[in-house]
């Protein structure tokens, strides 16, 4: 009898512990399901547009992206220079917003904190555009220096079939 009385507590108390380090389990796995989404929340990050989503064009075409008229490149150009400054602005809307919070709680040192990351975010954007305008224009001034040796070498070659057609044939020497 007494063997069966310590058997039933020993299960029982087992059987507690169990239940109790099942539901210690799932209070720290609630924890770090909440802690991901609250870090993933604040932590600013590129966004990506519907542009990400279309893809980048067929697979049947390849090289023929980026080659269409001038009017689609400019739109193109200016299509990607829009988003990319929507994407800055959102990422410096959710700094700002993490910055009237530090100042709200007098949290002097991180509020100047997150005004230098801002300005370093702004002066690398504005860099970044700056540099790209700049590429594109070299790009440009090439591509009309080739346009324009094309357009040269295409009337030479027409001045040259010009002259062939109008000239006279030799004569043939005469021999002795």
């Known amino acids: 009898m007494k063997t069966n009385v310590i058997c039933g507590l020993l299960c029982a108390a087992l059987v507690g512990l169990c239940a109790t380090t099942f539901a ?18 604040e932590r600013p990050g590129p966004q990506r547009g519907p542009a990400a989503e279309q893809g980048r064009g067929s697979i049947g075409a390849p090289g023929e992206r980026g080659r269409g008229p001038v009017e689609n490149r400019d739109e193109m150009y200016k299509e990607a220079m829009n988003r990319r400054m929507e994407v800055h602005k959102q990422e410096i809307a959710k700094l700002e917003a993490i910055l009237k919070l530090a100042e709200k709680e007098k949290a002097t040192e991180t509020a100047a904190a ?31 220096e080739r346009v324009e040796q094309q357009r040269q070498a295409g009337r030479q070659a027409a001045e040259e079939t010009q002259d062939t057609a109008t000239r006279k044939p030799a004569r043939p020497r005469k021999s002795d």
């Open 24 to 41: 210690a389990d799932e209070a720290k796995k609630d924890e770090k399901g909440k802690g991901k989404d609250a870090a993933a929340v």
């Open 114 to 144: 997150l005004k230098t990351l801002i300005a370093e975010k702004d002066k690398e954007v504005k860099d970044q555009m700056e540099q790209a305008e700049k590429r594109r224009a070299e790009m440009q001034q090439r591509l009309q």
